[in-house]
């Protein structure tokens, strides 16, 4: 038997299951039921797991930050499969911003 790897490649794994949720019903997946609702519901999940995630860093310990996190994630992940961005446009993103500081990356932004 192969063990999945533990590693970002969960994610990539991830996020095709939650593609595949768009043909499910939404009575039987939370994933589906939550693409039912539209972004703006997908949008606010995501903002309440992110508050989620602060509240666990500023007041809760590690093992809650590691699991707001995770539902963090998640929620960003349908997001993406909503508007469909894949994680590999969102990877070369990070790549192409490698090694630029953020002082000079947000200024740049500010230019265009």
């Given amino acids: ?4 790897k ?3 490649e969960v994610l990539e794994r991830l996020f095709e299951t ?15 039921n939550l693409f039912s609702k539209g972004r703006g ?18 007041y809760e310990g590690d093992d809650k930050v590691i699991s ?3 539902d963090l994630l998640f929620h ?6 909503d508007v469909g961005v894949e ?3 969102v990877w070369k993103e990070l ?7 953020g002082i000079d990356e947000k200024a740049a932004r500010k230019r265009k």
């Fill in 95 to 101: 790549v192409r911003r490698e090694g630029t500081s």
């Fill in 68 to 70: 707001e996190s995770a």
């Fill in 1 to 4: 038997m192969n063990a999945k």
């Fill in 41 to 58: 519901k997908i949008s606010c999940k995501l903002v309440e797991e992110a508050t989620e995630t602060i509240v666990a860093a500023l």
């Fill in 6 to 8: 533990i590693n970002s």
């Fill in 76 to 81: 960003l992940l349908v997001l993406w499969a």
């Fill in 18 to 32: 939650i593609k595949g949720r768009h043909s499910e019903s939404p009575d039987t997946s939370y994933t589906a």
């Fill in 87 to 89: 994680p590999t446009h």
